[in-house]
T-cell receptor, first 110, second 114 residues
Framework: KQEVTQIPAALSVPEGENLVLNCSFT??????LQWFRQDPGKGLTSLLL?????REQTSGRLNASLDKSSGRSTLYIAASQPGDSATYLC?????????FGDGTTLTVKP | GAVVSQHPSRVICKSGTSVKIECRSL??????MFWYRQFPKQSLMLMAT?????????EQGVEKDKFLINHASLTLSTLTVTSAHPEDSSFYIC??????????FGSGTRLTVV
């Protein structure tokens, strides 16, 4: 059974800092890994998708990495902004079924 | 890229009524769709797997008579929460396997039962 852990559960940083969110998983036989953003009371926004054969993906200030051998993924956010404040979820997909972590709630202070 | 449209995004209903949530693949055919639920301050959990033309497969602990899933076409799956109660208030999201062997998520539905 896939288990997904996200550390830290909450993070507060001043504006402008670079930061790393962590996601670890127990079963490396994954199809893909996806990072989402969830704003309070809102839906999910897909940020980055890494296929099993890939090691990283980049979009703007975001960079996600995948290391299946160690069962880890990181989401790097550069030059954080208050608008980045949200809960960030990672999800591991095997053959269809996705397992989500509990999320990291990020607060970027102006 | 593949797009999954989920409606409504937010819904408020009275206790005892039923609510239908639609998950539609816009530019591909999805033989299989998945429904997830998120309890407050918890992670998203798989509720059921919806297969076109056949009965859905429910995860352990999910009441199939309460959460009716219909996947009548290759582009549409619906989740109906029957006789909704306040404890059914949650965030529901669907995903579908697209033609390119990827999995695409809808944006989710926030249900509030009053």
């Amino acid at each position: 059974k896939q288990e997904v852990t996200q550390i830290p559960a909450a993070l507060s940083v001043p504006e402008g800092e670079n930061l790393v969110l962590n996601c670890s998983f127990t079963d490396s036989a994954i199809y893909n890994l996806q990072w989402f953003r969830q704003d309070p009371g809102k839906g999910l926004t897909s940020l980055l998708l890494i296929q099993s054969s890939q090691r990283e993906q980049t979009s703007g200030r975001l960079n996600a990495s995948l290391d299946k051998s160690s069962g880890r993924s990181t989401l790097y956010i550069a030059a954080s902004q208050p608008g980045d404040s949200a809960t960030y979820l990672c999800a591991l997909t095997t053959t269809g079924k996705s397992t989500f972590g509990d999320g990291t709630t990020l607060t970027v202070k102006p | 890229g593949a797009v999954v449209s989920q409606h409504p995004s937010r819904v408020i209903c009275k206790s005892g009524t039923s609510v239908k949530i639609e998950c539609r693949s816009l530019d591909f055919q999805a033989t299989t769709m998945f429904w997830y639920r998120q309890f407050p301050k918890q992670s998203l959990m798989l509720m059921a797997t919806s297969n076109e033309g056949s009965k859905a497969t429910y995860e352990q602990g999910v009441e199939k008579d309460k959460f009716l899933i219909n996947h009548a076409s290759l582009t549409l799956s619906t989740l109906t929460v029957t006789s909704a109660h306040p404890e059914d208030s949650s965030f529901y999201i669907c995903s579908a396997r697209d033609d390119g062997d990827g999995y695409t998520f809808g944006s989710g539905t926030r249900l509030t039962v009053v």
